[in-house]
């Protein structure tokens, strides 16, 4: 478990910098963050905390070798070489995918098969048989790089991607991934005991995150991980970070953390992921139309995903409603800090506000801003702008 390692933790664009906060704070090394990602060094037990308690990270990759490459038999090779076996049983399922930049090679499909032949040819090599290919579920994932002239490979430690954190019952029409939310809580600012408002909850994410973060509770600790079904897995290891991080969270009693939208049905599936998360009785939730909101302390945190505007109707709608909001928010939100995540460029422009910081993020391949305003009471001045950087709930 000491036996240093490298790992790369994919996370969504523009959540890079979070993520690297996350990481340092979990006690990784020679952190380097890239365009959708941060590398980091640790050992065996450094990734299964990471696993267990990164709430901006989408997979742990596990980097078992990086070479240079001309060909696809070069790739082949660098597969072969690997030790399969001792990874994971001919038992489990697998899969493999690839992503590249600048490669010169003419097919990724035909690089996926031939790291398959690799991986399947060295399990014949050691005991005749092969293991099976799964690309729906597969026990096992296996990810490959490539850039110009180098190949990495990697097996993933997650299994299902990190942001599928177990308690989601219900989900909206446009679900926002739970990373990208713990992402953007972090960029606007927020910190447990600060007031935080959703007035347009949804299935109630920004709120979960929140919630799991004031009372320190780990983002996994309710779902399974791949590296639980390695051969290199260390129970004993396991079970103490997973038994320190249940040890360390806080009572569930009621945070100053709030919800609303003008939909009981949506209501009804922001309080079944609560109920589903433990946090029913942490977060107050109330049916009101998004105008009619008020503050329910003098300071804080706003975060809102609006409704993405797709049809012609929809968008005249939503230019219509943007002045509305800005108009709230100047007479009821003085002192507060605002965030909207939006796929429309025109919120900027149609909110009539002093926008204090654009800030590019994606919501899986959706290009979006994430709109900043800081309301100073009494007027529409800016107030000093500040990186909103605050470390997520970590152990320390």
Known sequence: MTTTQHFFAPCPRGLEAPLATELEKLGAAAIVSTDGGVGFVGDLALCYRVNLWSRVASRVLWRLAEQSYRSEEDIYRAALALPWPSYFNVEQTFRVKVSAIKCPLRSLDFVTLKIKDAICDKFRKDGGERPSIDTAAPDMRVYAFLTADRVSLYLDT?????????????????????????????LAGWQPGMPLLDPMCGSG??????????????????????????????????????????????????????????????????????????????????????????????????????????????????????????????????????????ADMRLAKLIRLSVSRRIPLYNGALDCRLFVYDMVAGSNRKEKKSDGAVPNSVPQ
């Open 158 to 186: 997650s299994g299902e991607a990190l942001f599928k954190r177990g308690y989601r019952k219900e989900q909206g029409e446009a679900p926002l991934r739970e990373n990208l939310a713990a992402g953007i809580l972090h």
């Open 205 to 342: 994410t920004f709120l979960i995150e929140a919630a799991q973060m004031a009372l320190n509770i780990a983002p996994g600790s309710e779902r399974w991980f791949a590296f639980e079904h390695m051969k290199n897995f260390d129970a004993a290891t396991w079970d103490k970070i997973y038994q320190e991080a249940t040890a360390a969270e806080l009572p569930k009693t009621p945070l100053p953390i709030y919800g609303s939208d003008v939909s009981s049905t949506i209501l009804m599936a922001a309080r079944a992921n609560l109920a589903a998360a433990g946090l029913e009785e942490a977060v107050t939730l109330k049916q009101i139309n998004l105008l009619d909101v008020s503050p329910p302390a003098p300071t804080g945190v706003l975060v809102a995903n609006p409704p993405y505007a797709i049809r012609i109707g929809e968008q005249e709608e939503m230019a219509q409603l943007y002045p509305r909001i800005g108009d709230l928010l100047k007479q009821k939100f003085g002192g507060w800090r605002a965030c909207f995540l939006s």
